[in-house]
């Protein structure tokens, strides 16, 4: 069994967004994969928060560094801090609500205007445990990713469905892109030359959760 090893012990530090509108679930995604909690409560996000949770690719440990915030017009103006530095992304809509669907082209172009072209997408499908409300059929979702050229996946953060492979799915393809040099970490001059660590926000604001390489099947 691997011994465990310190919070800041790890080989690349990646920051991925979660965006969508309001009330498609990216807080409870954001709790069911760091820190394994699901909340029929939780209230909409203020600003931004963010968690942290790390897991094993390939050889190497590899830190999510995930921000989640409102999906509300009126937080708009965070957008550009928000983005900075995003390596990958997490795209949600509610498979129940079929206007957070029609949405999904908005966000995806406001994400792409804001970060880098080699940033690795998901899109996701949540809420797909409320079957009997289904609105948006996974063929079309997968329609859409293939032709944006995003990964897809459809996730139950109340039944701990997929939650784990959505997010494991862009570390990995992240740190694929990164070690093959070909995404640009920018002019961050606390980032490494060599593309290890790409630093973004300040430790203090991190709370970590450290994974106990448990939990998934």
């Known amino acids: 069994m691997a011994a465990y090893r310190a919070d800041d012990d790890y080989d690349y530090l ?22 394994n909690e699901f909340s029929l409560e939780s209230k909409s996000t203020i600003g931004v928060e963010f968690a942290t ?15 989640d915030t409102a999906g509300q017009e ?20 509610d498979v129940t609500r079929h206007i957070t669907f029609d949405n999904v082209e908005r966000w995806l172009k406001e994400l792409r205007d804001h970060t880098d072209a080699n940033i690795v997408i998901m899109l996701v499908g949540n809420k797909a445990d409320l ?13 859409f990713a293939e032709r944006e050229n995003t990964f897809f996946m459809e996730t139950s953060a109340a039944e701990s469905l997929n ?5 494991t799915e862009v570390l990995t393809q992240i740190y694929h892109v990164v070690s093959k040099k070909t995404l640009e ?29 448990c939990c998934s099947a």
């Open 74 to 93: 009126r937080y708009r103006a965070i957008t550009s801090a928000y983005y900075r530095g995003a390596v990958g992304a997490l795209l949600v809509y």
């Open 163 to 167: 939650v784990d492979d959505a997010f």
């Open 185 to 213: 970490i920018g002019d961050d001059p606390s980032a490494l030359p060599k593309g290890q660590t790409i630093n973004v926000g300040s430790r203090d604001d991190v709370s970590a959760v450290k994974s106990a390489g």
């Open 131 to 143: 079957r009997h409300l289904r609105a948006v059929s996974a063929d079309d979702a997968q329609a």
């Open 14 to 35: 990646f920051k991925v967004v979660l965006i969508g509108d309001s009330g498609v679930g990216k807080s409870n995604l954001l709790s069911r994969f760091t820190k």
């Open 53 to 67: 949770r790390s897991v094993h690719v390939d050889d190497k440990i590899v830190k999510a560094q995930i921000w």
